[in-house]
Every structure is written in structure tokens, then in C-alpha cells.
């Protein structure tokens, strides 16, 4: 399971539009499909089903104090860990008001470490685009890809969703459990 951000399927087709270019470019690249694009807050990995109704009630709760909705736009194209060993190519994201993102991981941290660590790694909200194996030096491939502008326009981020992920021979697909509107504080 995971919470996550969905993102609307125009901007997915204008990140496709732009990305696709460089599919066919990248050996080992494994491209995710774009109906899989969301903005993740929280891995939680599998989770035992007696703490499923602790992680909705949790998302909800995050979601309805975390402030209102806001928007958020595409950036730029960015890897992990580095562009000379990526094994993650990815879309950034801006929020604005700034720092919404961190703040909504940030308290899902908080309200889930009883039960689930937090994360160490310093956030970076993105959309992954595809998995490198093994690990490559972009700019041997596709030079000036990393920083490429992937820009959209804003648009909002009106919810959480906790998903559950299923795996399978034909890929990986996500089934939302919980939407939980974010909401201006009382």
C-alpha cells in the first residue's frame, strides 16, 4: 500500500507527448504506463490487514488537516540517485503554496510511525517515468536529458488516496481504497 497524489490524465498525456522521444534511447529502460503516474507521500509496503483500518482512518485524518487544496505543476526531468548511475528517471513537481507536499508527508510520518518507519531519504515529489536495470550513465545515451523542462501548467491536488497495489504478469495495477479530500483547517 501507498498514499499518494493522482495527477489529471492531460498533463500525463503532455508529460507522454514529451517523453516518449527518448524511450527507444534509454537500454535497460523500463517505461512506466502513464495510468500508473501518481505523486507518492507514503510507502507503506504490505500491510498487515488488522492495521488496514488504522492507515484509512489515518490518511483521512491527515487529509482533513493538512490544509485546503493547492496546486502543484510539472518541472523538470530528474534521476536517483544520480545521472551517473540512474536507476530512477523521473518528472519533478512544484507546490504552491511551496512545501505542501513535504508538509502532507511529513505529517503522514508523524501519524503512521507507530506502525511504520519513517522515511530517511530527504523528499522529492515526482512522477516516475521508468526503471533503469541495470543502473546507467545517461549522458552516454541521452545527453541533457536530466534538467530537460517537462513544465505544465498548475493544477490542483484535491485529495489523498491510499492504493493498494497488484501485481501481476501483465504489470503492476493500483486500486484506490481511500479518498480523502484535503480540507482548509478549522
Do not use: C
Request: hydrophobic share 40%.
Amino acid at each position: 500500500m501507498f498514499v499518494a497524489a493522482d495527477v489529471p490524465v492531460p498533463v500525463k498525456d503532455q508529460l507522454l507527448e514529451r517523453t516518449t522521444p527518448y524511450h527507444a534511447r534509454i537500454p535497460g529502460g523500463r517505461w512506466t504506463q502513464p495510468s500508473s503516474w501518481h505523486v507518492t507521500l507514503k510507502f507503506l509496503g504490505w500491510v498487515w490487514p488488522r492495521l488496514e483500518s488504522t492507515v484509512r482512518e489515518a490518511v483521512a485524518d491527515v487529509a482533513s488537516r493538512t490544509g485546503p487544496p493547492f496546486q502543484a505543476s510539472l518541472t523538470q526531468v530528474g534521476v536517483f540517485p544520480n545521472p551517473n548511475r540512474a536507476r530512477v528517471l523521473w518528472a519533478g513537481l512544484a507546490d504552491e503554496p511551496s512545501g505542501r507536499f513535504q508538509q502532507i508527508v511529513t505529517v503522514l510520518d508523524d501519524s503512521l510511525q507507530e506502525h511504520f518507519e519513517p522515511e530517511q531519504r530527504e523528499y522529492t515529489p515526482h512522477l516516475t517515468l521508468a526503471r533503469l536495470v541495470p543502473p546507467r550513465r545517461l549522458d552516454e545515451f541521452v545527453p541533457g536529458l536530466v534538467g530537460t523542462d517537462v513544465s505544465s501548467d498548475p493544477f490542483p491536488i484535491e485529495e489523498l488516496v491510499l492504493y493498494r497495489s497488484h501485481l501481476s504478469p501483465k504489470g503492476v495495477t493500483y486500486e484506490p481504497l481511500v479518498r480523502a479530500p484535503l480540507r482548509a483547517r478549522a
